[in-house]
């Protein structure tokens, strides 16, 4: 997809979220800004340009103006961009609706000021973004990895180690989106655990209906995508396709306890139908 449809997807999801969630956060900080926090008297060492002389002239007696910092959220998306990511078999692939929903988080976290930072992990180059204002780094990054897709190296995802990176990235508190399928090994629990204590934290699992049932179409050879791995499977067999869906609805159900227990508020998406409307409900009920 050229940058150039990347931002005009970016211009028609941002048209569709609007009104949605902005993002203000009101510090709770003293510092620099135009909202008044209090009026305390003068002493030694205060900045003389902070006076408020018309509460000097009523006390007789010199007094300060102490603002609240300025209201700034900051977000941090961490997003997959590992092979699994590539697979689609409905409207799109799941690494599609990944993008889609950068775009649209970007959206509403670089509003009114507030700034946007990017980590990316399952390939052989992760990225960082560091925070910033605005949505066009968000959509350079995007392009570059639309670029650089055919080059990736196979090899295991750590969702662990991108949150782990991005506990040490995130010193301010944040909103941290993690967008994912949530394939592969399981070691972010704990690492996750660790960053909902400090963040918000919400998990956007992107799912495509063929990874949850087989269909008959007789003998195949499936390749796990992350490790390379083959297996040859007889899909004729309906007991073989009624374990596989069972064990694939239990995998997953594991992923969402796993989720719960940490405190991570949790939205699955698919490659099928508006992932937009379902993403905008979700967003709707967290901000009430």
């Given amino acids: 997809m050229p940058e150039a449809l990347l931002r005009a997807l970016d211009i028609s999801i941002g048209r569709r979220v609007e009104g949605l969630l902005a993002g203000d956060y009101r510090s709770t900080l003293h510092g620099e800004g135009t909202e008044l926090a209090l009026v305390r008297p003068y002493v030694p060492g205060d900045d003389v340009r902070l006076i408020d002389w018309n509460v000097t002239a009523r006390t007789r007696e010199p007094h300060v103006r102490v603002n609240l910092a300025e209201r700034v959220l900051v977000s941090w998306l961490v997003i997959d961009t590992s092979v699994s990511m590539q697979f689609g078999t409905a409207e799109r692939r799941k690494a599609d609706v990944a993008e889609g929903v950068a775009l649209a988080i970007g959206h509403l976290a670089t509003r009114r000021g507030n700034r946007l930072g990017v980590v990316t992990f399952?390939?052989?180059n992760p990225r960082v973004l560091r925070p910033r204002q605005g949505r066009l780094g968000l959509v350079g990054?995007?392009?570059?990895l639309r670029e650089e897709t055919?080059?990736?190296q196979l090899g295991p995802t750590s969702l662990g180690e991108a949150i782990a990176r991005t506990s040490a990235l995130a010193r301010q508190r944040a909103l941290v989106v993690v967008v994912s399928d949530f394939r592969g090994r399981r070691d972010w629990r704990r690492k996750l655990l660790e960053?909902?204590?400090?963040?918000?934290?919400?998990?956007?699992?992107?799912?495509d209906p063929r990874e949850q049932e087989l269909t008959d179409v007789g003998v195949l050879w499936l390749v796990d995508p992350e490790t390379g791995k083959q297996l040859r499977v007889d899909t004729r067999s309906r007991r073989l396709r009624d374990r596989f869906a069972a064990a694939a609805a239990e995998e997953r159900s594991a992923v969402s306890r796993a989720l719960a227990s940490v405190g991570v508020r949790h939205v699955v998406l698919s490659t099928e139908g508006d992932w937009l409307r379902d993403l905008a409900v979700f967003l709707r009920r967290r901000s009430r």
């Fill in 122 to 124: 399952g390939d052989s």
């Fill in 195 to 207: 960053l909902a204590s400090r963040h918000d934290v919400v998990a956007v699992e992107i799912r």
């Fill in 141 to 144: 990054l995007l392009s570059a």
């Fill in 150 to 152: 055919d080059d990736e």
